[in-house]
């Protein structure tokens, strides 16, 4: 009967865990609502995403910011400070000599990844510009800006509380998978959802899941999920059904099948393809990082233990 309990009870305590700081995490939102209305004069509405042209949307930075990422962070503030009184999740952003190569790998593979997908496209003749090339505006500055909150926020909140949480109790395969899996569930009111969109989203949460194990922090994969928002908006396509302000807007003529449709190229077999190919890369990556490791670890050996003073 103990063995059932304690079986029960490591199933059931992650779930728990997660309950706690998303009921902290919901009623820290209440409570920048509330404290919104005095802000109101100094920040925009943000009930809803408002249109520029046609289906082009501006994201709301303050939206993400104020009822995202700080309620989040004060979430997980008072789940150790209050409640559970430990610290129950590893860092973050540990101290590492690797952090600024993992930044770097993150922001350049969403780069090179939608510049391949964009010359392909190309070069099959599946896209045409539907408009006229777009000045930088400051539109796309709060853009970014919003693509770099919303990175973070869903990284700490998926990465950085589900994974660690489900790997302690469950292990790393059913982590993985269930991180996954609520993290695609995070998109479903996103515009122009298909099974195959729902299906990339999920192992795009496989990829940073990866990309955090296989660097120990959240470096790599808030740098890869910024940067394949930011290059995949960046070179015309729409990011998960979202089309937002950008250089250029382009209209798919493409098989729906290759090209992803109206939800953009995650949910086609392109995006699949992107996808696998990242994957690929962030292995390839973590293991030239270990081995980088290793020579860091032999080139500076450690100090000699001081020898006791003698009588």
Known sequence: MQTKLSKLRRILYPFWVIAVVYTLYLCNQTLFIFLGRFLRPLLPAVEKLPELTGEVVRPNFWFQLF?????????FHLAEKFFFRHRF????????PMAHRDL????????FLFALLFLAFLGLGWIRLAAEPLRISADLFWTTLT???????EELFYRGLHLPVFTVHWGLSPAIAFSAFFFSLAHLNNPHLSFGGLFAV????????????ETGALYLPVALHFSWNFWQNL??????GFAFPTLFQLELTGPPLWTGGAFGPEAGLAGLLLLGLATGTTLLYGSHRRRALARLARSFPPAPPAEKNRP
């Open 67 to 75: 009822l995202g990422l700080f309620p989040l962070l004060a979430a």
């Open 89 to 96: 999740l590893p860092r973050f952003f540990p101290p590492t």
């Open 104 to 111: 770097c790998f993150g922001f350049a593979l969403g780069f």
């Open 147 to 153: 693509f770099i909150v919303a990175a973070l926020c």
């Open 202 to 213: 999920l192992i795009a949460g496989v990829l940073f899941a990866l990309a955090y194990l």
């Open 235 to 240: 070179f015309g396509f729409r990011v998960s």
